[in-house]
């Protein structure tokens, strides 16, 4: 299992490394400063990819690992991709990120017969909530 990086929010689960609220000491206070500037990269990189793809924006906890990459990699690649086209290299640019377009995630069918994959999701969910 993987370590996530989190705030408050979250509940007490093994994988999540919440942000020392009070650091004592050079140690805890510059761990403290990097966790935070991960998670606002990431926070911010997630926010432009869901500001541009629908996908991202979806559920991803039943998608195998494999292809939760592969989806990444692919939309990451698009929108660079898609910023090299559309920038005019004597125009400053201002993107707008933090606006998700109104576009409504697509419905999803549901399989109601149990599988092996759903077991052992449901097996993880259960180790990490332990």
């Not at 689960?13 to 990269?41: C, M, N």
Request: proline share 3%.
């Amino acid at each position: 299992m993987g370590y996530h990086l989190t705030d408050g929010i979250y509940p007490k689960w093994a994988t999540f490394v919440k942000t020392i609220s009070a650091p004592q000491g050079h140690k805890r206070k510059l761990f403290s400063a990097a966790q935070e500037a991960y998670k606002k990269d990431v926070e911010r990189a997630f926010g432009v990819l869901q500001a541009r793809f629908a996908i991202v924006r979806g559920p991803a906890q039943f998608f195998h690992l494999k292809i939760l990459q592969t989806i990444i990699k692919a939309c990451i690649i698009l929108h660079n991709m898609t910023v090299e086209d559309e920038r005019d290299d004597n125009e400053v640019v201002d993107l707008d990120y933090e606006q998700i377009d109104g576009v409504d995630n697509p419905s999803m069918q549901v399989l109601r017969e149990q599988s092996d994959g759903f077991m052992s999701y449901i097996e993880r969910y259960r180790r990490i909530r332990d």
